[in-house]
């Protein structure tokens, strides 16, 4: 594994099996000069390809992807790990480019697959998959998914060689997939994880969000398609009424001439 500092505060640092300790002190493993660091702000140990992150001093602020960590967690590929304003990230998958000054940039490799949301409070927040993802209400879960209905471990991601396989943990309200309730079961691309009522879809990285995508076109179309115009209408009122008016103004003038005609002839004959 590899600890990577997206921010540039300091060298990724390569970890085997061991204890190394992160702060501001000289005598850190990992020495950070940041004026938010405690002198050892955190440890990391790792054994047999696990690596959990322990806080000795509850002063000592750090977060795992956005939760304050208070004792020993587990970490995974691509936590983010922000200690003060130090971020760093777990990386055990990586590609390496050469520029053109050779200098050699460190590029997290994306993950296969990623769960994104489509309903409610979650709606279009996505989660890599990588190794064995579990998902509940529990702070502790991978991905914490805090709503009513919702049991403390609810389900378990695993994204092995072949694909993904989700297992149901004993919840509550259970867990469906395309709609149909499952204990254990194969998922694959589009298909929708379902907890209670909140929703995600199995996608790859850079999908469009189908609900997005659907909006878009709609918009398109509405915006391509050409617009009623009204002058027609105006113009079939205005021509319907001259022919009226034309046909009123013969009428009048035949009766005219006619009335004009039987006067004159009256006048003869008499």
Not at 31 to 39: F, H
Not at 89 to 117: C, H, Q, W, Y
Not at 211 to 238: D, F, H, L, R
């Amino acid at each position: 594994m590899k600890l990577h500092f997206p921010h540039g505060e300091h060298q990724g640092v390569y970890l085997q099996d061991g204890k190394y300790s992160i702060g501001s002190s000289s005598d850190a493993d990992i020495s950070i000069q940041d004026k938010g660091l405690g002198n050892v702000h955190a440890t990391l140990q790792l054994a047999d390809g696990e690596c959990v992150l322990s806080v000795d001093n509850e002063a000592s602020l750090i977060s795992v992807n956005g939760k304050l960590v208070t004792k020993p967690k587990e970490l995974r590929e691509g936590d983010l790990i922000i200690a003060a304003q130090v971020h760093m990230k777990l990386v055990s998958s990586i590609e390496t480019e050469e520029e053109d000054d050779n200098r050699t940039r460190v590029r997290m490799a994306l993950p296969k697959f990623v769960l994104r949301g489509v309903s409610g409070a979650y709606f279009g927040k996505t989660y890599p998959l990588r190794g064995s993802t579990i998902m509940g209400r529990h702070s502790e879960c991978h991905i914490c998914v805090n709503a009513d209905g919702i049991s403390r471990k609810h389900v378990q991601i695993d994204a092995e060689a072949d694909g993904l396989v989700a297992t149901d943990l004993g919840s509550s309200n259970g867990t469906f997939v395309n709609g149909k309730k499952i204990d254990k079961t194969e998922l694959n691309v589009g298909d929708e994880l379902r907890l209670d009522n909140i929703r995600f879809l199995i996608q790859t990285p850079g999908m469009t969000d189908p609900a997005i995508e659907g909006a878009t076109k709609k918009n398109n179309k509405t915006a391509s398609a050409p617009k009623a115009s009204s002058a027609p209408a105006v113009e079939e009122k205005s021509g319907s009424g001259l022919i009226k008016w034309l046909v009123t103004v013969l009428v009048l003038g035949g009766a005219i001439a006619g009335a004009w005609k039987m006067g004159y002839l009256n006048g003869i004959l008499g």
